[in-house]
């Protein structure tokens, strides 16, 4: 049975949330602040943490970068669900380390619809990833197992959500994808029109394999189309290590 850590300072809202999760089947513990939540995400080790963002002691955002600078939280995916519904906002959220982000007031069944989807990524490889086969390109390989890409000479260690995008992009390497192709099988439901999601998780990646991320080379923006990975098998490019 999966367990779920809500960390929420509202009593009414936790309490909800925690009542339909048990309905739902999942074990649950509940905080009501940063510092105790963070002692408790390090104690039992959840499956999954719904986080809200403005709580007491220390607030959400310093909460999931402390989980992903720790070893023993950095893979546990978390949930912000906050009543700070401004694009900025889930922009310092997913730049914290949010894996997905759910503003008040919401539907029960969004809700368990995204909890069901963040666990179902956490627990599978990319379907075309299985049986332990490893995907490679030119000077990119994706390892699976370890959700790692071996890019040119170096080693990058990715979040999952990292991972399976670089993994949709690989699969139809040298194509325009979509933002909803992407959201949809990456994020695996139907969200909203809001691409800013996508846009932070692409400047990561970029981050770890562009020399100039502010000038991609290989992980390309089509405006109004969506997003292309381009790699080369010319082994005469630079070789410096990227990450």
């Known amino acids: 049975m999966p367990r779920i850590l809500v960390v929420d300072d509202d009593a009414a809202i936790a309490e909800i949330v925690c009542i339909n999760l048990e309905m739902a089947g999942y074990e649950v513990n509940q905080s009501p602040d940063g510092i105790q939540g963070q002692a408790m995400a390090i104690q039992i080790q959840p499956d999954l943490i719904v986080l809200d963002l403005m709580l007491p002691k220390v607030d959400g955002y310093t909460v999931c970068q402390r989980l992903r600078r720790d070893d023993r939280t950095s893979d546990i995916p978390v949930l912000m669900l906050t009543a700070l519904s401004q ?98 099988e990456v994020w695996g439901y139907d969200p909203d029109d809001d691409i800013e999601t996508i846009r932070v998780h692409i400047r990561h990646l970029r981050t770890k394999m562009e020399p100039d991320p502010r000038r991609p080379k290989y992980i390309k923006t089509i405006y109004g189309a969506g997003y292309c990975l381009e790699l080369q098998n010319d082994r005469e490019e630079e070789k410096t290590p990227l990450a």
């Open 87 to 184: 694009t900025q906002n889930k922009v310092e959220g997913f730049n914290a380390g949010a894996d997905d982000y759910l503003t008040k007031p919401f539907e029960i069944e969004e809700l368990l619809a995204r909890v069901r989807a963040l666990l179902r990524r956490t627990d599978r490889i990319p379907q075309a990833a299985k049986h332990s086969e490893i995907l490679s390109y030119g000077e990119l390989t994706l390892v699976p197992e370890r959700f790692e890409a071996i890019w040119r000479t170096a080693t990058i260690k990715l979040t999952h959500l990292e991972f399976e995008l670089l993994h949709c992009l690989l699969q139809r390497h040298g194509q325009t994808v979509s933002p909803s192709e992407i959201l949809k």
